[in-house]
């Protein structure tokens, strides 16, 4: 975030001084208001672009094996422009890496997902997975896997078939 702000600030300054340049070269004559404005702007394109270029960044700088199962693209009334395009706010990862299955239960499957957000902190979960009953549930306190490998003490959501985060984690089953 700090080298965020960081680029911001030197967009304005690098705005004003273009403009400062541009007006010794033609004497003065460029009215005042035009440096802070240029300035002003030149902030405003910076943040632009770093919200836009979020996504894209982020997901270049994941690991192999972390797939992206669903994202949220924002529109906001104070931004107007997100309403001719959208920008992605946050997504869910699958970490494909992380997956493990059971051999007498095929079709349940335990993975690590991650939620990220543009300014919020990454958030891990662990989830399982029924690939044949279209179900998933966050392993969150008291869910444990019993004796018999089941999963035991999960709180069940029924999905659509077609979920992103249950057809990630259950390509290939």
Same mark, same amino acid.
């Not at 982020?58 to 422009?81: C, H, M, N, S, Y």
């Not at 970490?95 to 991650?114: F, G, K, Q, V």
């Given at each position: 975030?700090?080298?965020? %702000?960081?680029?911001?600030?030197? !967009?304005?300054?690098?705005?004003?001084?273009?403009?400062?340049?541009?007006?010794?070269?033609?004497?003065?004559? =460029?009215?005042?208001?035009?440096?802070?404005?240029?300035?002003? =702007?030149?902030?405003?394109?910076?943040?632009?672009? =770093?919200?836009?270029?979020?996504?894209?960044?982020?997901?270049?700088? %994941?690991?192999? /094996?972390?797939?992206?199962?669903?994202?949220?693209?924002? &529109?906001?009334?104070?931004?107007?422009?997100?309403?001719?395009?959208?920008?992605?706010?946050?997504?869910? !990862?699958?970490?494909?890496?992380?997956?493990?299955?059971?051999?007498?239960?095929?079709?349940?499957?335990?993975?690590?997902?991650?939620?990220?957000?543009?300014?919020?902190? %990454?958030?891990?979960?662990?989830?399982?997975?029924?690939?044949?009953?279209?179900? &998933?549930?966050? =392993?969150?306190?008291?869910?444990?896997? /019993?004796?018999?490998?089941?999963?035991? /003490?999960?709180?069940?959501?029924? !999905?659509?078939?077609?979920?992103?985060?249950?057809?990630?984690?259950?390509?290939?089953?």
């Amino acid at each position: 975030m700090f080298l965020e %702000l960081l680029g911001v600030v030197l !967009a304005g300054v690098t705005g004003a001084l273009v403009v400062y340049a541009a007006n010794r070269a033609t004497g003065g004559r =460029l009215p005042r208001w035009l440096m802070p404005a240029v300035a002003g =702007l030149a902030m405003i394109a910076a943040t632009i672009s =770093l919200e836009y270029s979020w996504y894209g960044r982020t997901v270049a700088a %994941l690991p192999e /094996g972390i797939v992206v199962a669903d994202k949220v693209e924002e &529109r906001a009334a104070f931004r107007p422009w997100t309403y001719l395009v959208p920008y992605v706010d946050r997504f869910v !990862a699958v970490d494909r890496t992380s997956l493990r299955t059971n051999p007498d239960r095929p079709d349940e499957r335990i993975a690590t997902m991650y939620f990220f957000g543009r300014w919020a902190p %990454l958030r891990r979960v662990p989830v399982a997975f029924d690939c044949a009953g279209n179900r &998933r549930a966050a =392993l969150v306190e008291g869910a444990d896997i /019993g004796t018999n490998g089941a999963i035991e /003490g999960a709180d069940w959501t029924q !999905a659509p078939p077609d979920d992103p985060l249950l057809l990630v984690a259950c390509a290939g089953a």
